[in-house]
């Protein structure tokens, strides 16, 4: 099983950015997308099933960020408007199946003032 993101990069607030997790090797049920700022711990962006359904968004990205996959389960995109600086980090896609618990390598994103 195998999760690649991939679309980070550096932009000045007020931005927009897409990344995208395609996953490979099983069928996944529900997949997220958390971060990781410097010197901070991992937190959750938020959850979208595999009906299409969003989870537990961060409330300080509620209205900015929003979450969405293929229909064949296996690709997640994170749409990010307005990027703040405080939204730069590390982003990782998740996945599940079966009760295995997936991670990708991640990928930065930074946001300068």
């Known amino acids: 099983v195998r999760l690649v993101e991939s679309g980070g990069g550096s932009v000045q607030a007020g931005s927009s950015l897409r990344l995208s997790c395609v996953g490979s090797?099983?069928?996944?049920?529900?997949m997220g997308w958390h971060r990781q700022a410097p010197g901070k711990r991992l937190e959750l962006v938020g959850f979208i099933t595999s009906t299409g359904d969003l989870l537990e968004m961060l409330d300080s990205v509620k209205g900015r960020f929003t979450i969405s996959r293929d229909d064949a389960g296996s690709t997640m995109w994170l749409q990010m408007n307005d990027l703040k600086p405080e939204d730069t980090g590390v982003y990782y896609c998740?996945?599940?199946?079966?009760?295995?618990?997936?991670w990708g390598q991640g990928t930065q994103v930074t946001v300068s003032s």
């Open positions: 090797g099983s069928t996944f049920g529900l």
């Open positions: 998740n996945a599940r199946d079966f009760g295995n618990n997936y």
